[in-house]
């Protein structure tokens, strides 16, 4: 049923996302908590437990992508617990895509150390391969200011109250031109190159 490139993916790539995204939605509730809204906590999410954080049609798409897609439960924050609402939503919001660049530097970091030895066709060495790219990934994609992406969020707590309303009331139309630049490709032309770049120079190649 399924070829020999897909259970490869399976076995490499799977792992590696599901992690990622624990991670990154772990840090979102985290850092939530850390400035006063326990909302992800009491809500289970506040735990490095990948069951916790599978969305069913997220885990769906990313089996069907091969591993090249996919997303988990987001996060629930409720505003009116936080301390200082506007920074702690720029910190809550950057939390996610900044730990995806520390994992990918501590993989990277690991691969310079372990590669050369373990060899280019090691499957430690193309997880570790896998991590660079997949975090990079997430945390450039998360950082496109359309809503429900992260960076929307951090761009609405960086602009001044008067343009930081005005922008989000364009966040109705905003996941629908994310699903076209997704679904027509243009996403994957625009910020591939920057996670070839960044990825390459993680790695050291």
């Given amino acids: 049923m399924f070829g020999q490139d897909f259970i490869q993916r399976a076995i490499i790539w799977g792992p590696v996302i599901l992690f990622s995204l624990t991670v990154h939605e772990f840090f979102h509730a985290w850092t939530a908590n850390k400035f006063g809204d326990d909302t992800a906590k009491r809500h289970g999410r506040l735990t490095l437990n990948p069951l916790a954080h599978l969305d069913l049609f997220g885990t769906i798409v990313m089996v069907a992508s091969g591993f090249r897609f996919g997303w988990a439960k987001p996060v629930p924050v409720d505003p009116r617990n936080l301390r200082n609402p506007r920074v702690a939503n720029l910190w809550i919001s950057a939390a996610g895509p900044l730990s995806n660049i520390g994992m990918a530097l501590i993989a990277g970091m690991w691969f310079r150390l372990v590669g050369d ?48 309303i005005a922008f989000q009331s364009f966040n109705r139309f905003a996941p629908y031109i994310l699903l076209i630049v997704i679904v027509t490709g243009v996403f994957w032309r625009v910020i591939g190159p920057v996670v070839v770049m960044f990825s390459q120079l993680i790695l050291g190649y």
């Fill in 117 to 164: 030895a373990m060899g280019a066709e090691s499957p430690v060495t193309n997880m570790l391969v896998a991590a660079v790219i997949i975090n990079i990934t997430l945390a450039v994609f998360n950082m496109i200011p359309l809503f429900p992406l992260d960076g929307s969020h951090v761009l609405s707590s960086l602009l001044p109250p008067q343009q930081a």
